[in-house]
């Protein structure tokens, strides 16, 4: 009796850190192109992580004359016809749709040789933060403020929490016909498990 009562506690417990092994995970992001017509930059954010939730769209507006372009959050192409709300864990039959009419619409973006593109530090803490999952144990936490170069080109000052000192450019594009290229810095924004890492696009603008 004892046996199988060691026996069934020992397979929930694998079968607990197997569950628990799936929670977290990266974000990546991919660059879907450039609409000409309105002047937008799209890109996703894809969550590999264990919710299997939609990809998350974004799109860069450089229209706007008198402002410099920001990251705007879309939204519509998540409704669900059900409930008419947005709904990020919705099946994805009707995001690949509207996604691919979107997609129709866009030049591709070529990534571009990271060569001669610098990231430079501009401010670097370091302090010791509670584990988040031993709050007796402490872990270390790098915030840092950095700039990136790339030729003529230059990004305004940017901000990173990571938890390894391990920020980095990862790719770069040119946007045609703009002052503008994006890149996107890649770090450790996710201690949980055995960590994950995180991407954040950066625009860079000809000076």
Known sequence: MLIRQLNTLTILALFSCSAFATVGGSQTIEVLGYDKTEQKVYLLRHFEDGRGRLPQLYYYQFNQKKTE?????????????KTRKVDYDQDGIQFEKDLNQIKKRLQPLTAQNLKGTQLHILKKTVKQVPHIYEPNITMSEYRYQYQISSGQYRSGTQTAVSYKPNLKIHQAFLIPNQPYKMVSTQYLAFPEETGYTTETPVLLRKK
Do not use: D, G
């Open 69 to 81: 372009p920001k990251l705007i959050e879309v939204k519509s192409i998540y409704i669900n016809p």
